[in-house]
């Protein structure tokens, strides 16, 4: 028997209504459903589903479905970290890159149970800042960008196995995963990068100058980052969206590929290039219809 359980974020439009449909057919197809003990109000007309807590039963689970948006990918993502489940998104946001179901769609869960889907490996990257004593680490399957407050210009440097890659003067930097490419590295002019690569790409944000350009670099490599601002508070880390925490000038981050990786699961035929054609190029449309 499939065990399958549901990863929802109830604060997505949708989401609670899609995460009830999607119970109910996986019910029908025969799969064994979990739920996190704390979503139990949610499903309460269902008395065959199962409560526990995700974090321990996600390592007992075939496949985890998270229903949201990217970020409700992420968060579930990091969580699923050494489990041998595969992980499904279905989208109820706006963009859902990294989803490999849209609401409308659900019909296609019966192909968990046939095997008609595609498993796709993606790398985390491990992050630690340290300095003072102390060292806090973090685990990305998007980026890790580093930025001035309020846009604020800095200087820094980047290594690569402690050998200099160049001092900027920029609004920040984005180091990122081939996940996190169409992400945050796309927005500061970062390549598109087939996720299933292992590399590690970085990318200025707002460099001050006309020759920077994003540097693709072997997954092997321990990219450090140091800066000289003046104020601890100034300079800002976040790991893959979540709140930020300070950068002072007295530390250093450090960036490897993580030992760990994730099984995205596609239940459609479509490529990662039909997902940056379908959802990456919506604005370009859009404008289009106007004409």
């Known amino acids: 028997m499939l065990k399958v359980a549901i990863f929802p974020n109830f604060q997505k439009k949708n989401a609670l209504p899609c995460a009830r449909q999607v119970v109910e057919r996986l019910h029908s197809l025969g799969a064994e459903v979990w739920v996190d003990e704390d979503y139990s109000d949610g499903f309460s007309e269902f008395p ?140 500061a002019g970062g390549p598109l990068v087939e996720p299933e690569l292992s590399l590690i790409e970085i990318a200025l944000i707002c460099p001050h100058s006309l020759f920077n350009r994003p540097l693709l670099l072997s997954a092997d490599r321990r990219i450090t980052i140091r800066h000289n601002a003046d104020s601890a508070k100034n300079i800002l880390l976040s790991a893959d969206g979540e709140p930020p925490v300070a950068f002072p000038a007295d530390h250093q981050l450090d960036i490897v590929r993580s030992r760990h990786t994730v099984s995205l699961i596609s239940l459609k035929n479509g490529s990662f290039y039909d997902a940056v054609n379908r959802k990456l190029m919506q604005s370009i449309k859009g404008f289009s219809d106007m004409e």
């Open 48 to 187: 065959y589903i199962c409560y526990g807590a995700f974090s321990s039963l996600v390592y007992q689970m075939d496949v985890v479905i998270a229903i949201g948006g990217d970020g409700t990918m992420l968060r579930c993502a990091k969580q699923m970290i050494a489990s041998n489940a595969r992980l499904l998104g279905i989208n109820t946001g706006h963009l859902g890159f990294m989803a490999g179901l849209e609401t409308d769609e659900l019909d296609k869960l019966a192909n968990l149970f046939t095997g008609e889907y595609y498993v796709s490996q993606r790398m985390f990257l491990q992050g630690s800042l340290s300095g003072g004593g102390r060292t806090n680490c973090f685990t990305v399957l998007n980026d890790i960008a580093v930025s001035g407050l309020y846009g604020k210009v800095f200087d820094f440097s980047v290594y690569s196995d402690d050998h200099l890659i160049g001092r900027y003067r920029a609004d920040g930097v984005v180091v990122s995963t081939p996940t996190g490419s169409t992400a945050y590295a796309l927005s």
